[in-house]
């Protein structure tokens, strides 16, 4: 069986968001719960996962971190907020989208 790796945001008791990726997204979110995530969420706790996306490798979801960690606050939002159909998520999406897969190895 293939690992799946996902990249995810959680948003953070004090209202930022958080971007990491993994291969089990409710674990890592307990671990960031439990203090034992990054050394951001520590004194922003609890987390709260809000989005997440499945990659069938390690390096699409570092990649899709790396792009995600350079949105906006707004854009991060725009994916937190799960509204698929709404035109901003859609234009978030299709950029980011486009940089992980568009551009393989740059």
């Given amino acids: 069986m293939r690992d799946v790796y996902y990249t995810y945001i959680v948003r953070c008791a ?6 990491g990726f993994t291969t089990d997204v409710a674990a890592r979110t307990a671990q960031h ?18 989005w997440h996306v499945a990659w069938e490798t390690e390096h699409e979801a570092r990649r899709c971190e790396w792009y995600v960690k350079r949105l906006t ?17 859609r234009t978030v999406w299709e950029r980011l989208l486009a940089q992980v897969v568009g551009s393989s190895g740059n």
Avoid at 77 to 89: E, F, M, W
Wanted: hydrophobic fraction near 25%; aromatic fraction near 10%; avoid cysteine.
């Fill in 14 to 19: 004090d209202g930022t968001y958080y971007t």
């Fill in 73 to 89: 606050h707004a854009q991060k939002a725009q994916l937190a907020s799960g509204k698929r159909r709404s035109a901003a998520y």
């Fill in 33 to 50: 719960n439990a203090g034992k995530g990054a050394k951001y969420t520590r004194s922003r706790l609890p987390v709260r996962e809000v």
